[in-house]
């Protein structure tokens, strides 16, 4: 690989990792991801991520109005290769770098040539923990411009998206499992000042925050907050 090549990568991948590790939401990494692309991939004029859950597929980034669009009209034909990195197909990527000689994927050509200026485009699936689970979507505005070293550069962005959707995951099931941890102990806490204040077992004073959670339509956690800060202000 090319020295400036590989420089190329490098800076692409350090800037996506500080985004990651600065703890921004799932939407900053997917528009860093699709933003990266475009920027680093040979050909690519734009690009977008589809991501599946709970067996519904939808855009969660995209670089621009033309990139979502082509994600809506896949959708609405129910065919194209960023359908079919996710979901359909053995193989990890499909390509149609010219649509204007024919496509696999007749319909949706027509549409994409009749409604914007891209002439080419690809899909990439991203895999975690062996499941298809998003595509790396790029699209070109010129016929054969997503060449042979276009398709490597997408292949090691689509390699590198499925490890950072893996750390998004993990970091998000750390961050609930360890707010859960954080609402459990101020429970505790607050059940602990109320059998104390009020000469009662732990159910009772269970009993008492659920009551209030329910009227004041706020969840247990929360009220137990507001017994500590109260008990701590020295008005309970």
Not at 60 to 79: N, P, Q, W
Not at 91 to 120: F, M, N, Y
Not at 139 to 151: E, I, M, N, Q, V
Request: glycine content about 8%; some cysteine.
């Amino acid at each position: 690989m090319p020295s400036a090549l590989s420089a190329e990568l490098l800076t692409a991948f350090r800037n996506m990792a500080q985004v990651i590790y600065a703890g921004d939401s799932y939407e900053s990494v997917y528009d860093a991801l699709c933003n990266t692309a475009v920027e680093l991939i040979d050909g690519c004029d734009h690009a977008s991520l589809m991501v599946q859950r709970s067996g519904r597929i939808f855009t969660a980034a995209a670089s621009d109005d033309v990139a979502k669009h082509i994600d809506d009209l896949e959708r609405e034909l129910g065919e194209g290769p960023c359908l079919e990195a996710i979901d359909e197909s053995e193989e990890d990527q499909h390509l149609c770098s010219d649509l204007t000689t024919g496509s696999q994927w007749p319909r949706l050509a027509a549409r994409i040539l009749a409604e914007t200026d891209v002439k080419g485009m690809a899909g990439f699936r991203l895999h975690q923990d062996g499941r298809k689970v998003a595509a790396l979507n790029v699209f070109s505005d010129t016929a054969g411009g997503l060449d042979g070293a276009a398709l490597d550069q997408a292949s090691m962005l689509s390699a590198f998206a499925s490890v950072t959707l893996a750390a998004l995951d993990r970091g998000e099931e750390a961050s609930t499992l360890r707010r859960g941890l954080e609402s459990n102990r101020e429970i505790g806490k607050a059940i602990g000042l109320l059998m104390a204040m009020h000469k009662i077992g732990d159910d009772q004073a269970f009993e008492m925050l659920a009551k209030v959670s329910q009227e004041m339509n706020i969840k247990v956690a929360d009220v137990a907050a507001q017994v500590i800060a109260h008990h701590r202000k020295g008005d309970v």
